[in-house]
């Protein structure tokens, strides 16, 4: 289990009192779109519990305590399309974006990655980044990081495709 916590030596009441990650949870991210996600405060906390990538970690951005970004990755059968994702799972709003490589919602935007021989618990891996205390701005923050994480998601598994 990975868990880094990060304190500022100033305490603020308005605004980031820690130093802005350029990850999330070792995996690169989009550091402006992760300054503007992630909650106002003075710790920060990320923990990937118990389950490597190749098992479908998630990973836990905490603010003070609480969730304040989380990512989610889980492994699917060969054949699984982003579209699957949304079969059981109602969110409103859902916009594919990037040729259908990418869906966001007001809190949230996904991707599945084809990377088979990886995991023993499939071959295509869904992952997720959700803002947890979401606004008017999220959506378009998650859009501009999603390519780039995603990019490093892939890379970070060793997907050949």
């Not at 500022?8 to 009192?17: D, Q, R, V």
């Not at 304040?68 to 059981?88: A, C």
Request: proline share 4%; net charge negative.
């Amino acid at each position: 289990m990975l868990t880094m916590m990060i304190t500022a030596c100033e305490s603020s009441n308005k605004g980031l009192s820690y130093p802005v990650p350029d990850n999330i949870c070792g995996i690169p991210a989009d550091k402006g779109a992760l300054e503007s996600l992630l909650d106002d405060g003075d710790e920060l906390e990320q923990d990937t519990g118990p389950f490597s990538l190749t098992e479908g970690q998630f990973c836990h951005m905490y603010v003070d305590g609480n969730d304040s970004v989380v990512s989610d990755g889980n492994w699917h059968e060969g054949g699984y399309k982003l579209r699957d994702l949304f079969q059981d799972y109602e969110v409103k709003n859902l916009r594919y974006f990037k040729g259908g490589t990418y869906a966001s919602w007001h809190r949230g935007v996904a991707t599945a990655l084809p990377c088979p021989g990886v995991s023993k618990e499939g071959d295509v891996v869904s992952v997720e980044v959700k803002d947890m205390r979401w606004n008017e701005e999220s959506q378009a923050l998650l859009e501009r990081l999603a390519p780039s994480y995603f990019d490093s998601y892939k890379k970070k598994l060793g997907c050949q495709h």
